[in-house]
């Protein structure tokens, strides 16, 4: 592999984890905190929005996040052949 | 058969468990000792993980503490999880390409110094001696609660029991014994959970029941507003910290949580970097199962309090509470001479915990020195809600037993993965890299052994005789680790141009205010003890969500420093950009 390639690869990686970490960001420090009063006017069931996010969608949103990133990068890792 | 005859068999039959796989899974070299023969599978490195990351804290206390703390206690359930999203996507693939077998290891090669090295290692000995220190004694609690004997007593078994597999196996033996652990503490904790939720909403999941209404149609969370306001607490989903500061906790326990040797050692014992990220995911997955059903537990354990206690007189309160009473965790003072529980907000003790005295009161209630001049008369340990609740709710003894054995297999996992960083970096990082380095694998394996009981009886000695500052600085570990490694591993991985100079400094610089902090603020050691109460807070940051600030110093000291000295010589760029490319990690490197 080149340095070229790696460079590529090294981008693309950068990239995925710039928008996980935004959407990691977004639900926790967002929704469970700065925006919690907001986000309170609304319901989900019986929990106020912004408390949900807070004690329980923002730990659901983290797990699907690691399975998604272990997904992109398993792909990535096949497209530049590094998977060995 | 009685709780007691229920609780021997179920423990002994775990600790058996527990003995036979250190048996079956001795270690015979360093790199099995270490990093397990690096060739553990993702989804038993995941519950490995869990187990070791889920303390005696974590299971007997999480639900108490959002049950006690409402919205705020949000911070430990963000805090404690979204380190794992870290982890996953910015450290554990990384470091397991580095392939070798320590935090200090990847400190010392990445910035080509012994004194960064010696940093490391010390941070990383502060860090796991700070948490070990109240795991043994959460050891010794849980027995002492369950098994009627002496805290110390239950200090030394749980010591014996740690040794015996750390000893024989290392890293091998801890992790499937942490394995088995995870499953007995799930289960334990599931068990209850699901049996409350059924009973309290008619759904048998936690999680949903939360979100649901109970027997009288309205849903849980509305009403236990309503009960608070009424009494005149703040509502349940409202808090009372600032918004700031919620933001510089849940940050602080997320780097902190990435940052902990003991957390990061595990993601070096997977045959793969992909695997490290998967494993990562199952870790997070595992713990998410425990840190979701909390909450709900949480909402049940505070609405049932409320209503069983609150105005009722103290000769028709049900026998669970007399029962804790005896055992010092409740406490009942009838200040205004009317026979009922007034449960109001405010603190009914003065100073951590009721002082008893001998004798009755009118009603038979035990009778205490330090009750304070607020209007509750209710004085109730928050680790009661994970014990008592399956009593509260009328549960057969055997699931009492259960979690008994489900704090047990919380407390020893974590002890174990402690004890490891110990003696790997007593072993490893200090004799072999810096004092001995031609000593030989077989006498390398001895001397890890030896740490490993050296940390033993250190750990159990502070079991034993709790520092007085242990309990209040979990905090310190969380923010230590924070301000220290996280900033040098992240920038050691993602900037090719960060150099020894730089990483140095912005540790020392990090891990100094953060220790000053919380040596000013939270221990009251220095300074004027009266200037160091809440309105003196800087921006208003709490001593537990100051790492936050100790990362960010240390990140631009690093920052600074490293564009004034000299970049990294060649080879070093060279490591950075092989451990960004997962092909040919292959086993962790002997050396």
Not at chain 2, 455 to 462: L, M, P, Q, S
């Amino acid at each position: 592999m080149d340095s070229k390639q790696r460079e590529k690869y090294w981008k693309e990686n950068l990239k995925y984890l710039g928008i996980l970490l935004a959407i990691w960001f977004l639900v926790s420090f967002g929704f469970g905190i700065l925006l919690v009063d907001q986000l309170n006017a609304f319901k989900l069931g019986g929990v106020k929005l912004g408390f949900w996010f807070a004690q329980q969608g923002s730990i659901y949103v983290f797990v699907i996040l690691i399975f998604v990133y272990v997904r992109l990068m398993n792909k990535l890792d096949k497209k530049y052949k590094l998977d060995a | 058969m009685d709780i007691q005859t229920w609780t021997f068999i179920i423990v002994g039959l775990t600790f058996a468990l527990y003995i036979g796989i250190a048996i079956w899974s001795r270690a015979g070299s360093t790199k099995e000792f270490y990093v397990a023969g690096g060739g553990v599978s993702p989804l038993a490195n995941g519950l490995a993980t869990g187990a070791d990351w889920m303390s005696a804290a974590s299971f007997l206390g999480m639900a108490g503490i959002i049950a006690f703390a409402g919205y705020d206690g949000s911070v430990y359930l963000m805090g404690w999880t979204g380190g794992y999203v870290l982890l996953a996507l910015l450290l554990a693939p990384y470091l397991r390409k580095f392939g070798k077998f320590t935090v200090p290891d990847f400190i010392g090669d990445r910035y080509y110094s012994n004194v960064a090295r010696t940093v490391a290692v010390v941070a990383a000995l502060f860090v796991s001696f700070t948490y070990v220190a109240g795991q043994m004694r959460g050891v010794g609690v849980v027995f002492s609660r369950f098994l009627d004997v002496e805290v110390n007593t239950g200090v030394y078994i749980g010591m014996a029991v740690v040794f015996f597999y750390a000893f024989l196996g290392g890293m091998k033996g801890i992790t499937y014994t942490q394995v088995a652990q995870y499953c007995v503490l799930i289960f334990a904790f599931m068990v209850p959970a699901i049996f409350i939720s059924l009973m309290v909403t008619g759904n048998p999941v936690p999680q949903i029941g939360f979100a649901s209404t109970g027997e009288d149609g309205v849903y849980l969370l509305d009403k236990l507003d309503g009960l608070m306001t009424e009494l005149g607490f703040t509502a349940y989903t409202d808090g009372t910290k600032s918004m700031t500061d919620m933001l510089f906790i849940t940050a602080a326990l997320m780097m902190g949580t990435a940052g902990l040797p003991h957390v990061i050692i595990r993601f070096f014992t997977v045959p793969k970097v992909s695997d490290a990220r998967k494993s990562a995911g199952y870790a997070l997955l595992f713990i998410a199962i425990l840190y979701t059903t909390a909450p709900a537990i949480a909402v049940f354990a505070r609405t049932n309090l409320i209503e069983t206690v609150e105005d009722t007189p103290y000769e028709e309160i049900p026998a669970w509470f007399t029962k804790w009473e005896n055992t010092g965790l409740i406490a009942w003072t009838d200040k205004n001479g009317d026979g009922k529980i007034q449960y109001l907000p405010g603190e009914a003790v003065e100073g951590r915990q009721p002082e008893f005295v001998e004798g009755r009161g009118a009603q038979g209630q035990r009778m205490i020195s330090n009750a304070s001049s607020s209007a509750n008369e209710l004085y109730v340990d928050r680790d009661i809600t994970v014990l008592a609740n399956p009593e509260i709710a009328g549960l057969p003894n055997w699931i009492i037993a259960l979690v008994a054995a489900g704090g047990l297999a919380a407390a020893l996992s974590t002890a174990a993965g402690l004890l490891l960083v110990i003696s790997t970096s007593i072993s490893h990082d200090l004799i072999k890299k810096q004092i001995a380095p031609d000593i030989s694998d077989k006498k390398e394996l001895w001397v890890a052994r030896f740490s490993a009981l050296l940390a033993v009886v250190v750990a159990g000695y502070f079991g034993i005789h709790p520092p007085g500052f242990v309990a209040s600085v979990t905090a310190l570990a969380f923010g230590l680790a924070a301000s220290s490694f996280f900033p040098a591993i992240i920038m050691g991985i993602f900037s090719k141009r960060m150099n020894r100079e730089g990483a140095i400094t912005g540790m020392v610089a990090g891990l100094g205010i953060t220790c000053y902090y919380i040596a000013r603020f939270k221990l009251g050691w220095i300074g004027n003890p009266e200037t160091s109460t809440q309105e003196y807070w800087w921006w208003g940051i709490s001593p537990e969500g100051f790492g936050t600030m100790g990362m960010l110093v240390n990140f631009a000291v690093s920052i600074l420093v490293s564009r004034f000295t000299p970049a990294p010589p060649e080879e070093v760029q060279g490591i950075v950009e092989n451990i960004r490319i997962p092909s040919g990690a292959g086993e962790a490197i002997e050396h």
